[in-house]
């Protein structure tokens, strides 16, 4: 399906070059002289390479056509993580790498949303916000300005994030899974 190049999102996948791509920025610009054009970051899915482009405002790209399936989460071995289609209820093992760090973030019967293209799937799509326990963090000191200064702390799945000072030890809190970053104390 051919988009403008202004339609180009960040998240959205990309046939350009003859192969897949992730959009991760963009940043529209107009210049005073010129035309026009939007300046695209992306990540190749097949290679983990990543490449910058400028598209004009009257150029066409072609979107990938992704089809997007509920799974529910199972458990992990050495290699893969295995879900569960929540229809059928067949089962399929994703490697460790395309989720990255986000998979620390899988727990039982989580519900996510698997990417396929070309009936291979090519990303996880998790909650925006999930719930964690913090596990260890330091103890904020007296005098620091609470709006700039954050303290490092390790969730209990082994993450290391940043919290505000008021955040300690055995605290819940929401965490968005897209920058792996604190939102707020549950």
Not at 13 to 30: M, P, S
Not at 101 to 128: A, Q
Request: with cysteine; net charge neutral.
């Amino acid at each position: 399906m051919k988009i403008s190049a202004n339609e180009i999102k960040p998240g959205m996948l990309i046939e350009y070059k003859n192969d897949l791509w992730e959009v991760v920025k963009t940043q529209h610009v107009k210049p005073g002289k010129g035309g026009a054009f939007n300046q695209v970051e992306m990540k190749n899915l097949n290679k983990n390479t990543k490449l910058n482009e400028r598209f004009r405002s009257n150029e066409t790209i072609e979107k990938a056509q992704v089809e997007e399936v509920k799974y529910s989460y199972l458990y992990s071995d050495n290699e893969n993580y295995f879900f569960m289609d929540t229809k059928t209820f067949e089962q399929m093992p994703i490697s460790k790498k395309i989720l990255g760090k986000k998979g620390n973030f899988l727990t039982e019967n989580l519900e996510v949303s698997i990417s396929i293209y070309d009936e291979k799937p090519i990303s996880v799509e998790l909650p925006n916000q999930i719930t964690c326990k913090v596990e260890k963090t330091d103890v904020a000191l007296k005098g620091q300005t609470v709006s700039s200064s954050y303290k490092p702390a390790i969730l209990e799945n082994g993450v290391k994030i940043q919290v505000p000072p008021f955040i300690e030890s055995d605290d819940e809190i929401i965490v968005d899974t897209r920058t792996i970053e604190y939102i707020k104390k549950k």
